[in-house]
Nanobody, 122 residues
């Protein structure tokens, strides 16, 4: 089992940047694929990005490709989401998730954190 805690959210102006972090407990973090999802009010939770256990493979939603970067530091048990050129439509609660299988991660499975709010003002 793994516990996840997101941080780094906040209020930023359009065009600005934020870096989200997701810290994981447990000694087997490096065996987990990790993902980021987001959920805006009244909308379904949507996939943002995912990264393989090694960090060698990354995947992005079309809406964030070229603006967001997912990365991980297995020595720190942490996955990051660097968000640049933020837009008001990026406003949402951002969640990280984890599973041994990246397909499960991308399909909203696995363990989840509690989320961190990101608000982008126009």
């Amino acid at each position: 089992q793994v516990q996840l805690v997101e941080s780094g959210g906040g209020l930023v102006q359009a065009g600005g940047s934020l870096r989200l972090s997701c810290a994981a407990s447990g000694r087997t973090f490096s065996s987990y694929a990790m993902g980021w999802f987001r959920q805006a009010p009244g909308k379904e939770r949507e996939f943002v990005a995912a990264i393989s256990w090694s960090g060698g493979s990354t995947y992005y939603a079309d809406s964030v490709k070229g603006r967001f970067t997912i990365s991980r530091d297995n020595a720190k048990n942490t996955v990051y989401l660097q968000m640049n050129s933020l837009k008001p439509e990026d406003t949402a609660v951002y969640y990280c998730n984890a599973d041994h299988d990246i397909v499960v991660v991308s399909r909203r499975g696995g363990y989840w954190g509690q989320g961190t709010q990101v608000t982008v003002s126009s």
